[in-house]
């Protein structure tokens, strides 16, 4: 009865810690955040992860690439747009084309954070689909059997 338990026990464990190597993917604020194990990832770490395989890490350098050139577009315009505002407050003479240029920056941030968006989930997906079917080509089958006065289990794979 002990070596049971302990089969099942051993089973469980080995079959949730696959399922733990999954990027899960969140939605926040317009932009995805990437979860493995309740934690945070960021995109040095989803790098590394996806070093062995080749097509996730092309698609994730994409996507770090468009993210960088997003944030630098949009902080920029934001400033951009955040000076004359601060200048109107302030008293003084605003220069409006400043926040007009900074509207166009912000615009053109938003294409690039979308395709940041897409080539991330891409990767993630690709690499998720990686695990799960190099962890799953091993799929043994337990079943309980009960039969006179004993008790076993079977598994077939």
Known sequence: MKKLFLTIIL???????????KIEMKKSFGTNMY???GKRLTLKQLTELMKNNKEALTLIKKAKTNNTWSMVLGGAGGFLVGFPIGTA????DAKWELAAVGAGLILASIPLNSA??????????LYNNEMSSSAYRFKPE??????????????RF
């Open 11 to 21: 089973c469980l464990v080995a079959f949730s810690n696959i399922n733990a190597q």
């Open 35 to 37: 979860l493995q194990d």
């Open 89 to 92: 407050i302030g008293g003084g």
């Open 116 to 125: 940041y968006n897409k080539h991330s989930k891409k990767a993630v997906d």
């Open 142 to 155: 337990f079943n309980f059997n009960i039969k006179g006065n004993g008790l076993g289990i079977s598994m």
